[in-house]
């Protein structure tokens, strides 16, 4: 509330420019409607520069408290009423002069990202598509592109002026006509001179000067600006004149003076055109992007030149409103062609990616840069030619996307995490997020989640009200960034692993399960390689716990908000854990561990075996392997066996204490066998975690008692003759490996039992 006194004047001042500007676009409207018959250019010039005026204050506002009004209340005042919208159409006509069709061709443009109604229809649509099928290609073609003639002179700002706001209105037509009239313009070769236009603009900015051009290009926005506010408000003075002669007089006077410019206006007029043409060019191009043709001229090395220096030149110019609207257009036209692998990759040979590192990030940017990001982590092909990108390029472009996952715009946020779920196989890039402390920053952001999400935030003792918990698109960028979280511990696995093997340390790793249940059943056949792949992961983990990722990832599992998009957040929790457990050093932190709200880590894990049972397959079997890693060592035997061995033994302990047992007993139900692949992997690890357990004679015989063995005999033999086949072979093999322990316990020795145990491979 203090905040918004603060700025009460500022607010008080917009809403006087907006009440402005509607009392403007009234009078305007209601004098062209008057002139219709004989319209005057100028009037619709005016109007088209309230519009534009408009448009820049509400695209450079950053203060959520003075937000100026959305241009689009003004666009209705004009396109709402259907009469004067079909008088505006009947501009483009051939009966009216050409001054005529270029100003309602400019105020078509001005108005086109807010015009919610279609173009008109029947007869007025046929004409309007005629127009742009032979009268703007007719103008534009025969137009040389160069703002100067050969022979040094200025050319024509009419001319000028036609070809820019024709430009404009092309843009504007494509975008919300059919195909077909896309198809039409593309024979007549309209995109080469879009693209020869825009090649000429990059070689003027370099022998004009920027920060001079962009001087003048703003002196003459805000002259005609002004000139144009000016016109309104004497044709309202004149329509409340009483004496009509009078008011003819005023209304003619301010006519002219609205037209009057100096030869240094005109010259800035005319290169403020130059820009806005520059503009509607590319907009053109985004809009015929995704044609073969228009790809055609940008897939040489002339093309992605002119998009490259077109990227570098509104990077560099000064921050205005111009510049940074037309660097929105560059890395739109930029994402719409990288989803072309050949475009993409001269983009990268060209040094696009150290360009696009090189753009301004703020809030007006994020947007932009994300979306390109998105694009171009599409394509594995791609994000191979970054990789080999100088080491330092590769970082800088991980740091941008770590600065967007962290801004405040949502969207830039949600495809920054998409990203990282796409680039963490990648050696180089994952390599990079390290560097970057990129899985502390994570944690980070879903620390603060966890904090503000529904069923935990209303548990903690400060909770008041829910003002502060997440809104759905928060909710969103967590779970997203608890997915990000968990392919990099997946892909950080992978290439250690793939590291270890002969002749191996790829640039890229496959992240998919198939590959992550390759390389544990390796684990599990190679004591060696096993214990020195953990050796590899331990630093990993270390940061990890060291930071509380435990914990944090633990809270978001307990949060359960209704969206449906949080569906997999318990099991990506899991699986991050399962990895982690892989390293004797993190028992003891797991087993000691308690969340803010008093649940312990294990009780946790546990609960999530024991709630999920048969009908959450998936999370039951994550659970399970979690379990299985904290008490079942398949490198027994190392210079770790002393702590190692006493730690597992508390775990079991801790386990017991936490009533695991009676879940894990309640889960080895045969009968739920036939329901399929993770019903199976539940039954293994339970096997696997209680066969762990008997390892003590007393459980052992505890087990024997409560008839365990008839239900693994069920399993093992089958209802009939012949023992049934599983899909997983640990289902069998685990099975028999229990059924015989339970039975040779009675008899076998302390030492024998250890020998048992500590050849017993773990499975996760």
């Not at 006194?5 to 420019?17: A, N, V, W």
């Not at 703007?136 to 000028?160: Q, W």
Request: proline share 3%; aromatic share 6%.
């Amino acid at each position: 509330m203090h905040r918004r006194q603060q700025h009460i004047p500022k607010l008080m001042e917009e809403q006087h420019e907006q009440k402005e500007d509607e009392n403007n676009v009234h009078a305007l409207k209601d004098l062209i409607i008057a002139k219709q018959e004989d319209p005057e250019p100028c009037l619709l010039h005016a109007l088209a520069a309230i519009f534009e005026t408009a448009k820049t204050r509400y695209k450079n506002a950053t203060d959520d408290v003075i937000c100026p009004q959305d241009p689009v209340f003004l666009c209705d005042l004009i396109w709402g009423d259907k009469k004067f919208s079909r008088l505006l159409h009947s501009f483009l006509q051939n009966a009216y002069l050409v001054s005529v069709k270029v100003a309602a061709a400019r105020l078509f443009s001005s108005c086109s990202p807010w015009m919610r109604g279609d173009l008109p229809k029947g007869d007025a649509l046929d004409k309007t598509k005629d127009w742009v099928r032979y009268e703007i290609p007719r103008r534009l073609m025969a137009d040389d592109c160069n703002p100067m003639h050969e022979t040094g002179r200025r050319k024509d700002l009419d001319s000028e002026m036609m070809c820019t706001y024709y430009t404009g209105l092309l843009a504007t037509v494509l975008d919300k006509l059919d195909n077909q009239l896309a198809r039409e313009v593309l024979t007549c070769k309209l995109p080469a001179k879009l693209m020869r236009y825009l090649s000429i603009r990059i070689s003027d900015e370099t022998n004009i000067g920027a920060k001079k051009i962009t001087a003048l290009v703003e002196q003459a926005v805000d002259s005609e600006a002004k000139a144009a506010k000016a016109l309104a408000v004497a044709v309202r003075a004149a329509a409340a004149a009483a004496d009509a002669d009078a008011a003819e007089v005023v209304k003619t006077a301010a006519f002219e003076e609205y037209k009057k410019t100096s030869d240094e206006e005109k010259y800035a007029e005319l290169l403020r055109l130059s820009k806005l043409r520059e503009k509607f060019c590319i907009r053109c191009l985004v809009i015929l992007g995704r044609r073969e043709e228009v790809l055609d001229l940008v897939l040489c090395k002339d093309g992605v030149n002119i998009i490259l220096a077109l990227l570098q030149k509104s990077s560099e110019d000064e921050k205005t409103s111009s510049t940074i609207l037309l660097l929105h257009d560059v890395l739109e036209l930029i994402s719409v062609l990288v989803n072309n692998i050949g475009f993409a990759k001269l983009f990268v040979e060209g040094g696009g990616i150290e360009r696009l590192i090189a753009v301004r990030r703020s809030d007006q940017t994020f947007g932009d840069l994300s979306s390109c990001l998105l694009m171009i982590s599409k394509s594995e092909g791609i994000m191979e030619s970054i990789c080999t990108l100088p080491s330092n390029v590769v970082g800088q472009l991980v740091e941008l996307a770590l600065q967007l996952l962290e801004c405040q715009h949502h969207p830039s946020r949600l495809i920054a995490a998409i990203f990282f779920n796409r680039c963490y196989a990648f050696r180089p890039a994952n390599n990079a997020f390290d560097e970057q402390r990129g899985p502390l920053r994570l944690l980070h952001i879903l620390r603060g989640a966890s904090l503000r999400s529904g069923h935990l935030y209303r548990l903690l003792p400060n909770y008041q009200s829910t003002s502060q918990a997440l809104n759905a698109f928060e909710t969103l960028i967590a779970a997203d960034a608890c997915t990000a979280l968990k392919q990099y511990f997946i892909a950080k696995f992978l290439l250690l692993a793939d590291s270890l093997s002969v002749g191996a340390d790829n640039m890229r790793v496959d992240p998919s399960p198939d590959t992550l249940d390759a390389v544990l059943r390796q684990i599990q056949k190679d004591q060696v390689f096993g214990l020195a792949l953990v050796r590899k992961l331990r630093s990993a983990v270390g940061r990890f716990l060291g930071a509380h990722g435990h914990k944090t990832l633990l809270e978001m599992y307990q949060a359960h908000p209704a969206e449906v998009f949080w569906g997999e957040v318990p099991a990506e929790v899991l699986q991050v854990l399962s990895i982690v457990a892989l390293v004797p050093s993190s028992h003891k932190v797991i087993l000691n561990a308690t969340l803010r709200n008093g649940q312990t880590v294990l009780g946790l894990i546990l609960g999530a075996a024991d709630d999920a049972g048969y009908v959450k397959c998936k999370v039951t079997v994550l659970a399970l392997k979690v379990l299985t890693n904290l008490v079942s060592l398949p490198w027994i035997n190392d210079e770790l066996i002393g702590s190692t061995e006493s730690e597992v033994k508390e775990v079991r302990q801790a386990i017991r204490g936490n009533h695991g047992f009676a879940v894990l007993l309640r889960l080895l139900q045969p009968e739920e066998l036939k329901g399929g692949y993770h019903c199976e992997w539940i039954w293994a690890l339970t096997c696997r975690v209680l066969l762990s357990f008997a390892r003590e004679h007393t459980i052992a015989d505890a087990l024997r008692k409560m008839q365990l063995e008839e239900k693994l005999s069920m399993v093992v033999k089958g209802p009939g003759r012949h023992a049934p086949e599983w899909r997983l072979p640990e289902v069998d093999h685990d099975t028999k490996e229990l059924l015989r322990v339970l039975t040779i316990s009675e008899h076998a020795a302390t030492s024998d039992d250890q020998s048992i145990f500590a050849a017993y491979p773990r499975v996760t």
